[in-house]
């Protein structure tokens, strides 16, 4: 059984930085790549940014590039994302999730992965 816990949201100004952190027991976490996702009020859930399971190769939306930084310790089968340079359209539930297709590291839609956090929530205001 995997589990997924993510931590650091919260509230802050816009311009301002958060580190998310998700924590996934279970075994194995250094073999698959996951992904951070993000869902505001109303509106789908939506990609935010994926590494791959070494953590060699990231992916990010566009909205996000050059403000978020997406990482990971496999030593401690932890995930991080650095937010930098906060804008309130950034406000949302953010959550990871585990990507179990290996060798397509910069999925997308959210169905195709397979486990997730219980989301944590970041609020930016203006």
């Known amino acids: 059984q995997v589990q997924l816990v993510e931590s650091g949201g919260g509230l802050v100004q816009a311009g301002g930085s958060l580190s998310l952190s998700c924590a996934a027991s279970g075994r194995a976490f250094s073999s698959y790549a996951m992904g951070w996702f993000r869902q505001a009020p109303g509106k789908e859930r939506e990609f935010v940014a994926a590494i791959s399971w070494g953590g060699g190769s990231t992916y990010y939306t566009d909205s996000v590039k050059g403000r978020f930084t997406i990482s990971r310790d496999n030593a401690k089968n932890t995930m991080y994302l650095q937010m930098n340079s906060l804008k309130p359209e950034d406000t949302a539930v953010y959550y990871c999730?585990?990507?179990?297709?290996?060798?397509?590291?910069?999925?997308?839609?959210?169905?195709?992965?397979?486990?997730w956090g219980q989301g944590t929530q970041v609020t930016v205001s203006s």
């Open positions: 999730a585990r990507n179990p297709k290996s060798g397509r590291f910069y999925l997308t839609t959210p169905h195709e992965y397979d486990y």
